[in-house]
């Protein structure tokens, strides 16, 4: 018989993520205000997006840093507050991984710590978060996809298997953020110790799992712009181009915040709404399956299993 008879369905793995992020206000003027850190919507609605999925893998990432426990009083303050539906994560195929977000108090605000500062701040979370046994520290989620060289080395040195905070394309240096993945991939790949956003002869050994990146066009936009897979996008934005990624690539990361989900708004790029996420996970399905491949759902821990 020859190999051409042998051949099976391909599988295209789809590793879902959410970040327990602080629930932002679409409809308020100070919309990113890192200060009012609320986080409402993971506790009342979660489980709601838990339901949603049906059983199918997810990771998720849930914040455990300073700026938690300043207001909370807990570095554990989302796990402990939320035994019950921590208990549904796990009993429904979901899997708890760590994200931090690397702030400072300065003037009564919330505001990115210094570079100079990046490395003391994630080592003093991460000495903390250990303590957590809830929550796996040994993957990790940058919050506002914050990196240098001296972090990743950092990371890289804790022990963490798998970094999930590249933006590949996108770079940003204002007053409001500061990151550069500009030359980074869509695939997970070993980071260079000279270059973070790329693979080198010198790799760590910390694997980077990119957020997919594709370009989209929402009716604000002059031109199309790369952004993150978010299920919570309105789908015919999100899937203006996620066909030929599909056709070339046997992954696809993906990432959603459960307030775009779960409260309500409205915006010209996320929907907040349950039905366009449940929409959008049964449209993705089928248009991997449209070019002959299966969709195999897992967790980023899988990544390196
Ligand atoms: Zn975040």
Redesign the pocket.
Known sequence: MSLRHCRTMENFDIYLTF?I?QDFDPNSADYYNRTAAKFDSFGTGFQKIIDALGGKAFSVFVRSDHQIKTVYGDYGYLINSNPSLIKSIKENNGELNW?I?LYEERDNEWVPVGESRLVSSFLEDLCNVKSIPEINWRIVRI?ECVMNNELMAAINAAGIKIDSTALPGRKRDDSEKKLDWLITDNLPYYPSAQDYRTFGVDSLNVLEAPMVTIPMKASYDKEPILRYVNLSFKTDILFQNIEEFIRNNKSLLSITHPFEVLSPGTHGLIAYDMEVFRNNIKELVTRVEKFGKRPVFKHVSELTA
């Open positions: 970040d992020d994200h977000h919050g």
